[in-house]
């Protein structure tokens, strides 16, 4: 630090010191937002998380589990990473877990970017992985999505062809934000052809909510080879976004070169014992996926209605067009308490509106009904 940049941080400091900060009540500071739908609580549609919330069963074990709380996590989580093997029908040292399924791209970025490395993805898409590799200065090639709003597999691939070492693509199956997906037999033509200096970073985050007969997963790809990586979440279809759960399955030798990365006791015991509750709980499961459903068919009957055109979804979210700029939207949106979508640039003419409980929607349709007559959208 200069001198002058130091006395200055010493004299703020100091009066930091003698003026008592008012800090909020531990109350305030922990009273939940609920998305009540007002301007300081807005309804959340903006970050593709479950309108239900933890499932019973699940709530219960999560209640249960604090009276391990004290306890680190190593038996319950060679427990849960066998219970999860089951429900897989993988073994146990084919799946490690994550603080979310973003910290397991984390890993994997962490793994396989750095010296020589050059990382593929679409454009748009999930942007954790582009900002994971940022401080690793890896090079990054953003390929346009096709015309079906699916990945270019065919430029991916011949962007992967041009990388000098190795490839890193990173395929969002479904994509976020647009929901849609990319035919699943071409992913897996291009995995079966590709040489080891190809790693596949398979983001399946939505799987769960995906109704396409013709969608795969890549699971038994990801354990039969040892350069593609499957990536899951408990964040969607199982309400936990909050808790922070994820996992990525692989080969085991691919298993042990991403935990190398792994912060230790990355999970927590109320995460895992919900996790292991949920999975048994297939009516909460039934129930979130009716839900989505119905949410979905009713915003795609609101949008045509409106003449807006949507991607398809296969997801809790749907793109679609708006007819405007997409920051003045979402002011507008804010102005009325709720929050839709953050930009993605380039579709800077569409929204990502995630999917809530039928009354959410509802409220969400009598706003953008009110924009029509408005002339805003
Ligand atoms: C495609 C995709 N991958 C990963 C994540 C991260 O989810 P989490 O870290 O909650 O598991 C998200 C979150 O929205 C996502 O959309």
């Known amino acids: ?61 999560a209640i249960e589990a604090f009276s391990i709380a004290n306890r680190y996590t190593d038996n319950q989580a060679a427990a849960f990473r066998a219970r999860l093997a089951q429900h897989l029908d993988i073994s146990p040292d084919e799946v490690f877990l994550g603080n979310g399924s973003t910290e397991v791209l984390q890993m994997a970025v962490q793994a396989l970017g750095g010296e020589g490395a050059r990382f593929i993805t679409a454009d748009p898409t999930f942007e954790d992985v582009a900002g994971y590799r940022r401080p690793l200065g890896t090079e990054l090639v953003a390929v346009p999505l096709d015309g079906r709003f699916s990945h270019d597999l065919e430029r991916m691939r011949a962007e992967a062809g041009r990388a000098g070492g190795r490839a890193v693509v990173y395929l969002c199956n479904p994509n976020n934000p647009t929901g849609t997906i990319t035919p699943s037999r071409e992913i897996e033509a291009w995995i079966d052809d590709a040489g080891d200096d190809v790693f596949f970073l398979v983001d399946e985050a939505y ?91 009713f915003v795609i009957r609101t949008l045509d209605d409106l003449q807006l055109e949507h991607l398809p979804s296969h997801t809790n979210f749907v793109m679609h067009r708006i007819g405007g700029d997409v920051h003045s939207y979402i002011e507008r949106f804010a102005d009325r308490g709720i929050a839709v979508g953050r930009p993605f640039p380039p579709m800077s003419d569409y929204n990502r509106l995630s999917l809530g409980t039928l009354d959410d929607m509802q409220r969400w349709a009598d706003v953008i009904r009110d924009f029509r007559r408005r002339g805003w959208v």
């Open 207 to 297: 799987f769960e909510l995906v109704d396409d007969p013709a969608y795969r997963s890549c699971i038994g790809r990801a354990v039969a080879r040892r350069n593609v990586l499957v990536v899951r979440t408990f964040s969607k279809v199982y309400g936990m976004a909050g808790l922070r759960l994820g996992y990525g399955v692989a080969h085991p030798d691919t298993v042990a070169r991403m935990t190398a990365w792994i912060s230790n006791n990355n999970t927590n015991q109320v995460a895992m014992a919900a996790a292991a509750a949920s999975l048994d709980d297939t009516a909460y499961r039934a129930r979130s996926l009716e839900l989505n459903r119905e949410a979905r068919e």
């Open 1 to 61: 630090m200069r001198r002058r940049d130091f006395l200055r941080a010493g004299a703020l400091a100091g009066a930091a010191a003698s003026v008592p900060t008012a800090l909020p009540a531990l109350d305030t500071l922990f009273a939940p937002r609920r998305g009540v739908g007002t301007a300081q609580d807005p309804l959340r549609l903006n970050a593709n998380e479950n309108p239900l919330g933890l499932g019973p069963a699940a709530r219960e074990a």
